[in-house]
Nanobody
């Protein structure tokens, strides 16, 4: 079993940047694919970025070219660098861990508690 703790959310102006972190513990981090989901009020939770244990990445069209997912297998941490933020990026962002399966549709059993990102002037 793996425990996930997100950090780095906050309030940012449109066009600004934030970096989210998700620290994992309790299991062997490198065997998991990792992903970032987000959920805005009234919307379903959606997968926006994912990374395999080997470093392959996948992005939703809505964030492609603006967000970058990366992982540090020594620190057992996955990151989401978010640039050129827009008001529509406002959501609670969740970290997710999964074993196996394609990263484009990953949805593992392990979730963090979520971190709020608000993009507003």
């Amino acid at each position: 079993q793996v425990q996930l703790v997100e950090s780095g959310g906050g309030l940012v102006q449109p066009g600004g940047s934030l970096r989210l972190s998700c620290a994992a513990s309790g299991s062997i981090f490198i065997i998991y694919a990792m992903g970032w989901y987000r959920q805005a009020p009234g919307n379903q939770r959606e997968l926006i970025a994912s990374i395999s244990s080997g470093g392959s990445t996948h992005y939703a069209d809505s964030v492609k070219g603006r967000f970058t997912i990366s992982r540090d297998n020594v620190k057992d941490t996955v990151y989401l660098q978010m640039n050129s933020l827009k008001p529509e990026d406002t959501a609670v962002y969740y970290c997710n861990a999964a074993r196996g399966g394609p990263i484009a549709t990953m949805k593992g059993d392990y979730w963090g508690q979520g971190t709020q990102v608000t993009v507003s002037s």
